[in-house]
C-alpha cells in the first residue's frame, strides 16, 4: 500500500496514521476554518488584519490584552487592581474570558509568583463587574 508515510520505519508509520485518523474524527474548528478562509489569494491583507483584530466588536479583549492583564496582576498582584491601565484592560474582557484569568490565577506556580486566592480572585470579579455596570 503506498501512501504519504512510505520510507518511514514501520511503526512510527502506523502511528502517523493513527494520529491522522483521530484527528480526521474531530469536528472542525471554527476559529481554525475561518483563518483558513482569510489566507485565501483574494482575500487582502487589510481585510484578513481587519477581520483578525476586530475581536473587541464581538465582546472579547484581544489576547494581547489579556496577557498584559494577566503579567501585572501576576507581577503586583492585587494592588495592580488600582492602576487605571490595569482597570482599562479588565474593562475589556469578556465574562468568560475573565473566568479564564480568574483560573489562571489561581493556577500560578510558585517560581512564577504566588498563586491568588478566591478572595482576591473574588475581588476581581468584583473590580470588573464595578467596570461592567450601565
Not at 18 to 30: G, N, T
Amino acid at each position: 500500500m503506498a501512501d504519504e508515510y512510505d520510507g518511514l520505519p514501520s511503526t512510527f508509520a502506523a502511528l502517523c496514521r493513527k494520529a491522522d485518523e483521530k484527528q480526521r474524527r474531530k469536528p472542525p474548528d471554527p476559529r481554525i476554518e475561518r483563518l483558513r478562509e482569510l489566507m485565501n489569494d483574494e482575500v487582502s491583507l487589510d481585510r484578513a488584519y481587519a477581520e483578525i483584530n476586530r475581536a473587541h466588536v464581538r465582546g472579547r479583549a484581544a489576547e494581547s490584552t489579556l496577557e498584559a492583564l494577566m503579567f501585572g496582576l501576576r507581577e503586583r498582584g492585587i494592588t495592580a487592581l488600582e492602576e487605571p491601565k490595569i482597570r482599562a484592560r479588565l474593562a475589556k474582557l469578556s465574562e468568560t474570558q475573565l473566568i479564564q484569568v480568574g483560573d489562571r490565577l489561581q493556577r500560578l506556580k510558585p517560581k512564577i509568583a504566588r498563586a491568588w486566592s478566591a478572595d482576591e480572585v473574588a475581588a476581581l470579579v468584583s473590580a470588573w463587574e464595578a467596570l461592567h455596570v450601565v
